[in-house]
């Protein structure tokens, strides 16, 4: 089956500094590849997703790359905020639906 | 809408009763998820639904969870009998097909004492 890794575990910046995480995936059926922010006591939130056709895409301050030759994709999040300051999941999807998370990145921005 | 809405938002039993937990997921939307999270094995998909019928249940861990979705608004995750492991928060999803967004629910925190 699949499997997703994520790192860093953990990332503490500085308000204004960019912060990147980093998701492999194992199964080259996988063409989905969507981010979520989790707040406390909150469900996953979709901040951002790419398919496997698009090597890159932006949203204001948060952008996302993958490369599908090497099986991994990279969530860039630039002049971060405290408000930034979450649990991030990537995931990978296939076709029919199929999910499998990462382990969750806890961001901590500084003011 | 109201997005997915999920019942109850707290659960505590003891080991050994039935627990259900209920999910309404967004109206239009023909895909259903259920999953699990906890620190120890982070967000785990259980199964999930097409057009109210299980596609892929390989992730439901044991034969004491089982799952139906009965018509297009509404689906339960059983769990009996219940053991103190259970303990996660289980989380409902819903999308409108299997390649866009999914929106996920508030959770359910289940403790089993």
């Known amino acids: 089956g699949e499997n997703v890794e994520q790192h860093p575990s953990t990332l503490s910046v500085q308000e204004g500094d960019s912060a990147v995480i980093k998701c492999t995936y194992s199964?080259?059926?996988?063409?989905?590849f969507p981010w979520y922010k989790q707040e406390l006591g909150k469900g996953p939130q979709l901040i951002i997703d790419i398919r496997s056709n698009v090597g890159e895409k932006k949203d204001q301050r948060i952008a996302v790359t993958l490369n599908k030759t090497a099986k991994h994709f990279s969530l860039h999040i630039t002049e971060t905020q405290p408000e930034d300051s979450a649990v991030y999941f990537c995931a990978a999807f296939t076709n029919a639906g199929k999910s499998t998370f990462g382990d969750g990145t806890t961001l901590t921005v500084k003011p | 809408d109201a997005g997915v809405i999920q019942s109850p938002r707290h659960e505590v039993t003891e080991m050994g009763q039935e627990v259900t937990l209920r999910c309404k997921p967004i109206?239009?939307?023909?895909?259903l998820f259920w999953y699990r999270q906890t620190m120890m094995r982070g967000l785990e998909l259980l199964i999930y639904f097409n057009n109210n019928v299980p596609i892929d249940d390989s992730g439901m861990p044991e034969d004491r969870f089982s799952a139906k979705m009965p018509n297009a608004s509404f689906s339960t995750l059983k769990i009996q009998p219940s053991e103190p492991r259970d303990s996660a928060v289980y989380f409902c999803?819903?999308?409108?097909?299997?390649?866009?967004?999914?929106?996920f629910g508030p959770g359910t925190r289940l403790t089993v004492t």
């Open positions: 109206s239009g939307h023909d895909y």
């Open positions: 999803a819903s999308s409108f097909t299997s390649r866009h967004e999914q929106y």
């Open positions: 199964d080259s059926a996988s063409n989905y």
